[in-house]
C-alpha cells in the first residue's frame, strides 16, 4: 500500500524556517517525483513544486510564489522527501501535503497519492 | 498560469441524482486535466486523469469528460459519501493549477 505521511509542521513567527518531511512506502521512491501542494484554511489547493526522481537526477520545479524561499531536497536510501522553508510569511499559513507524482507521456503530472497533510501557521 | 473556472461553486442535490460539474480552462489544455475528490478534514484523492481515465477503485457513477477549455465530472447517481468538494487541475503547463473547487452537498 503506497502511504506518505507528513511531519514538521507547527507554528512558526514570520521571518524563519521550517522543514517538512515526507516519509513514504510502499512504492519505489526513487523511481518517482514527489509534489507539495498546499491548501490554506477554507481555501483552495495551490501547486507548490515538485522534485523528479533519480531517472531525472532529482530536477525540480517551484511556484513563484514560494521560489527563492522553499527548497526540494531528497533521500532516497530512506525514501523521505523534504521541504525547506525560509523567509516564511503569513500568507504561507497552510495545511501542505506531499503527493507521489506521476506523469502523462513522461511530461504532464498528476498526483495519484497524497499524504494526510501537515499544518504551518506562521504568525505575523 | 493556466486559469480553471469551475461551476457552479456549490450545489445541493438527492440521492441518486445525476451531478454534473463544469471546469473551463483559459487558455486550452488539451486532455491534460484531472478531477479529484476532498472530504472534509482529509486529503485530496484523485477520481480521474487526463479528462477521462477512472482511477482503480473509484466508483464507476463517476466519469468525466471534455477536451480543450471545457471539461465535465459527472455523477451518474449520487450517493451520500460523494459529498465533498472536487477540484480540476491541469496538468498541460507548469506551474500545475486548480480549479477553485465545487462543494457537493447530498440532500
Known amino acids: 500500500e503506497v502511504q506518505l505521511v507528513e511531519s514538521g509542521g507547527g507554528l512558526v513567527q514570520s521571518g524563519r524556517s521550517l522543514r517538512l518531511s515526507c516519509t513514504t512506502s510502499?512504492?519505489?521512491?526513487?523511481?518517482?517525483?514527489i509534489s507539495w501542494v498546499r491548501q490554506a484554511p477554507g481555501k483552495g489547493l495551490e501547486w507548490v513544486g515538485y522534485?523528479?526522481?533519480?531517472?531525472?537526477?532529482?530536477?525540480?520545479e517551484y511556484a513563484a510564489s514560494v521560489k527563492g524561499r522553499f527548497t526540494l531536497s531528497r533521500d532516497d536510501s530512506k525514501s523521505i522527501a523534504y521541504l525547506q522553508m525560509n523567509s516564511l510569511k503569513a500568507e504561507d499559513t497552510a495545511i501542505y501535503y506531499c503527493?507521489?507524482?506521476?506523469?502523462?507521456?513522461?511530461?504532464?503530472?498528476?498526483?495519484?497519492?497524497w499524504g494526510q497533510g501537515s499544518l504551518v501557521t506562521v504568525s505575523s | 498560469d493556466i486559469q480553471l473556472t469551475q461551476s457552479p461553486s456549490s450545489l445541493s442535490a438527492s440521492v441518486g441524482d445525476r451531478v454534473t460539474i463544469t471546469c473551463r480552462a483559459s487558455?486550452?489544455?488539451?486532455?491534460?486535466l484531472n478531477w479529484y475528490q476532498q472530504k472534509p478534514g482529509n486529503a485530496p484523492k484523485l477520481l480521474i486523469c487526463?479528462?477521462?481515465s477512472l482511477q482503480s477503485g473509484v466508483p464507476s457513477r463517476f466519469s468525466g469528460s471534455g477536451s480543450a477549455t471545457d471539461f465535465t465530472l459527472t455523477i451518474s447517481s449520487l450517493q451520500p459519501e460523494d459529498s465533498a468538494t472536487y477540484f480540476c487541475?491541469?496538468?498541460?503547463?507548469?506551474?500545475?493549477?486548480f480549479g477553485q473547487g465545487t462543494k457537493v452537498q447530498v440532500k
Open positions: 487541475q491541469q496538468s498541460h503547463s507548469t506551474p500545475p493549477t
Open positions: 522534485i523528479r526522481g533519480k531517472a531525472y537526477v532529482g530536477t525540480t
Open positions: 503527493t507521489r507524482t506521476l506523469w502523462l507521456f513522461d511530461w504532464f503530472p498528476y498526483f495519484d497519492h
Open positions: 510502499g512504492f519505489t521512491f526513487g523511481d518517482h517525483a
Open positions: 487558455p486550452t489544455v488539451s486532455t491534460y
Open positions: 487526463a479528462a477521462s
